[in-house]
């Protein structure tokens, strides 16, 4: 804890002398990882930055719930790409270790099917190959391999030139694949889907499952996503990571940091507009009426909430409104249960027995799957192989099942009668894979579509921002800038796309085209709104 202290200390000083030379204000709406990102790096180069959070505390879709007692992760639960927060809070004077602790599983997740198979892929690849050979046999190992290869050079190639990037084009990319790794280029085919691709690699239908299952992490169906997807599988070999206390602690890290580089925090601070002043960003209106003066905003609301006019309908044409339709929402029902059956690992998926039917269900029929696959995040578990009971086998355990589900929860509304027989399914499921939840059923909170609009307004309950279905979906994701000079864009529904790293790259890239920006404006004069107050 000292050092913690000494660290927040010297920020302060640091950030105190920098600011003092041409201070430059900028607010940063939303406190989701992508918001204390940008709040970070702006702040660590010497801006004086405000924070707005219309909640009451940090994390954006990182959040808990309380079940019977128990703080349940009620959103993302895998950490992945840790380096992009070791280089966040170096970058910022200080050390990620000093503020959370974090442990890398040895089991990336434990995958059940309704035959009794049962396969754990490990953070070490060789184990991984072996696994699958007693599984499915040594071809099968074999196509692993490949894949894993395959995966390992892909994102070697789009981490520094896609994903660590601002927004790319799809021509620069493709040459730069076809002239650092044409191997890649040609194994992965781009224009491809994932699902065909994997038949490239596997002939056991389960492993495509498996594998095709990495399209849900950018919210899209196996069928229509991209093949470069399969870099997930690097992203995973190279490190899933818990985080002690649960994904929240990561976002109070990030907070903490923010403010010892004087980043000033305002939760229950709805924004109600964005204000213009001279053709650019002014400041900011609240929902109380106070009005804040900016010389730039980092909005990280989804971008459809520019679109649709939320903020002022002069931002409705700020960015390219959405033709390619919505990622995946969810059902998320925490709880508190006495797992029965197989032993978990903290990440487990029971797949359904029709892959194509179930994702046919929510963007063809838009409704929810009549047999759902189901991930589990048993968050009482380690991820290590011999998991076993829990350690006090009387006590509950604290668990988050994910089924999948159409963003439609601003047309549709979702009866109690609709999300019952969605449990019902959810367990009949896992009861077929082997698995039951004891004492689930009065012990357990249900966030739906409608839920998730709510929290995220014009998303429909989206959680991954656009639809990711197509090679060129990648490439129609909103940039950082806008048409609007001073504002700029940061979270999932924007490049590089969704998911915690993801995000805070996004904060990030949203920040050094700010300060870019700032820059090659050899005279500025902030501009003032009447009656504004600084964000200081």
């Not at 069928?223 to 109070?252: D, K, N, P, Y």
């Not at 690992?345 to 039917?357: E, I």
Request: glycine share 10%.
């Amino acid at each position: 804890m000292a050092s913690v202290t000494a660290s927040i200390d010297e920020n302060r000083r640091r950030s105190q002398r920098v600011t003092g030379r041409g201070e430059h204000r900028v607010a940063v709406v939303g406190a989701g990882v992508a918001g204390l990102a940008a709040a970070i790096q702006l702040a660590s180069q010497g801006a004086s930055v405000t924070l707005f959070e219309r909640g009451p505390h940090p994390g954006g879709k990182i959040r808990q719930v309380e079940v019977a007692g128990h703080a349940v992760d009620a959103g993302p639960t895998v950490l992945t790409m840790r380096w992009v927060f070791e280089r966040l809070f170096e970058e910022a004077g200080s050390q990620l270790d000093d503020f959370v602790e974090t442990h890398r599983a040895e089991v990336l997740c434990r995958h059940a099917w309704q035959d009794g198979s049962r396969l754990d892929l490990f953070a070490d690849r060789e184990r991984s190959i072996e696994a699958i050979g007693q599984f499915a046999g040594a071809q099968e190992a074999l196509g692993y391999r490949r894949f894993a290869e395959t995966s390992e050079r892909l994102y070697r190639v789009l981490e520094p030139t896609f994903i660590d990037a601002s927004k790319p084009s799809a021509i620069v990319l493709a040459g730069r694949m076809g002239r650092v790794d044409p191997a890649s280029l040609l194994l992965t085919n781009p224009a491809g889907s994932l699902w065909r691709t994997l038949q490239n690699y596997f002939a056991d239908p389960r492993l495509q499952q498996l594998f095709g299952r990495y399209a849900t992490y950018s919210g899209a169906s196996p069928f229509q996503a991209s093949a470069t997807l399969m870099l997930i599988a690097h992203v995973e070999e190279a490190g899933v990571w818990t985080v002690r206390g649960g994904m929240i602690e990561l976002a109070r890290a990030l907070e903490r940091l923010a403010r010892s580089l004087g980043v000033g925090m305002n939760y229950r601070s709805g924004v109600k507009s964005l204000e213009l002043s001279g053709g650019r960003i002014g400041g900011l209106r609240l929902d109380t009426g106070e009005m804040h003066g900016a010389d730039a905003i980092v909005l990280t609301a989804d971008c459809e909430a520019l679109t649709e006019g939320l903020f002022g309908s002069c931002f409705k044409t700020a960015v390219r409104r959405n033709t390619s339709g919505r990622s995946l929402s969810a059902i998320a029902t925490a709880l508190a249960c006495k797992p029965e059956g197989w032993p978990l690992t903290r990440h487990n998926v029971c797949f359904s027995n029709d892959y194509q039917a179930e994702f046919d269900d929510i963007f063809k029929r838009g409704r929810l799957p009549r047999e759902p696959t189901v991930y589990i995040c048993a968050q009482d578990r380690p991820g290590h192989p011999e998991t076993g009971a829990n350690p006090d086998s009387n006590s509950l355990e604290r668990a988050l099942l994910l089924v999948n589900a159409p963003a439609d929860g601003d047309r549709h509304q979702y009866k109690a009668t609709e999300i019952d027989r969605c449990w019902d399914r959810t367990l009949a499921v896992l009861q077929r894979c082997g698995l039951t939840l004891a004492a689930s059923g009065p012990t357990r909170h249900t966030t739906t579509p409608n839920n998730f609009h709510d929290l995220f307004p014009a998303t429909g309950g989206a959680l991954y921002g656009r639809s990711s279905h197509g090679w060129t979906a990648a490439f129609q994701r909103p940039g950082n800038r806008t048409t609007i000079p001073g504002l700029y864009l940061a979270g999932g529904s924007v490049h590089p796309g969704a998911g915690v790293p993801m995000a805070a790259l996004s904060g990030r890239q949203a920040a050094a085209n700010l300060l870019a920006d700032r820059a090659s404006i050899r005279r500025y004069h902030p501009a003032a709104i009447s009656g504004g107050t600084s964000t200081r």
